[in-house]
Antibody
Framework: QVQLVESGGGVVQPGESLRLSCTAS????????MYWVRQAPGKGLEWVAY????????YYADSVKGRFTISRDNSKDTLYLQMNSLTTEDTAVYYC??????????WGQGTLVTVSS | QTVVTQEPSFSVSPGGTVTLTCALSSGSVSTSYYPSWYQQTPGQAPRTLIYNTNTRSSGVPDRFSGSILGNKAALTITGAQADDESDYYC??????????FGGGTRLTVL
């Protein structure tokens, strides 16, 4: 069965960086586009980033463009999100998700990022 | 800036039918937006219900259905059950590599 396991969350100060990972299993990772989606405490879901299966196309929400970088290592079945210049507005649970027909078919359990001074 | 709008809240009686909608600020929703729907209970990851307008995700019961109703995407729940009480989110692919979530609908079953 499909499994997505996020890691790398934690508490950081404003301006600092963090890298999230998402390890995939149960499907052929290298053939699937992937996403990051986040949810601030008590708020709704927000799409963050998309990455094509071969890493050639990357798209970002305006709120993170220029600060976040999505990448993948298909040899390790792992998706990444490098987050720089973090602000308190980036505090959220971050989910990775597998694509199906421009939607988020399977989700991980999420990893919490807290940006606080 | 594209905004996707959902009803903030809705109530349905057990056994009843409810239709939640997903509207676009700049025009009509069509299948070209690949509308999808997600269910989320507090503290849990979202669960995919519907993708590509009307395709049920694996394991989703057939009392959940997706469609286009007029100029909106719609999620219909027939025979509502107590454990359907959740937050429901739609998302649209608005093109140019952008996805936009609606604000979510909190469904109460009572």
């Amino acid at each position: 069965q499909v499994q997505l396991v996020e890691s790398g969350g934690g508490v950081v100060q404003p301006g600092e960086s963090l890298r999230l990972s998402c390890t995939a299993s149960g499907f052929i990772f290298s053939t699937q586009p992937m996403y990051w989606v986040r949810q601030a405490p008590g708020k709704g879901l927000e799409w963050v980033a998309y990455l094509r299966k071969d890493g050639s196309n990357k798209y970002y929400a305006d709120s993170v463009k220029g600060r976040f970088t999505i990448s993948r290592d298909n040899s390790k079945d792992t998706l990444y999100l490098q987050m720089n210049s973090l602000t308190t507005e980036d505090t959220a649970v971050y989910y990775c998700a597998k694509d199906r027909w421009y939607s988020f078919e399977y989700w991980g359990q999420g990893t919490l990022v807290t940006v606080s001074s | 800036q594209t905004v996707v709008t959902q009803e903030p809240s809705f109530s349905v009686s057990p056994g009843g039918t409810v239709t939640l909608t997903c509207a676009l600020s700049s025009g009509s929703v069509s299948t070209s937006y690949y509308p999808s729907w997600y269910q989320q209970t507090p503290g849990q990851a979202p669960r995919t219900l519907i993708y590509n307008t009307n395709t049920r995700s694996s394991g989703v019961p057939d009392r959940f259905s997706g469609s286009i109703l007029g100029n909106k995407a719609a999620l219909t729940i027939t025979g509502a059950q107590a454990d359907d009480e959740s937050d429901y989110y739609c998302v649209l692919y608005v093109g140019s590599g952008l996805w936009v979530f609606g604000g979510g609908t909190r469904l109460t079953v009572l």
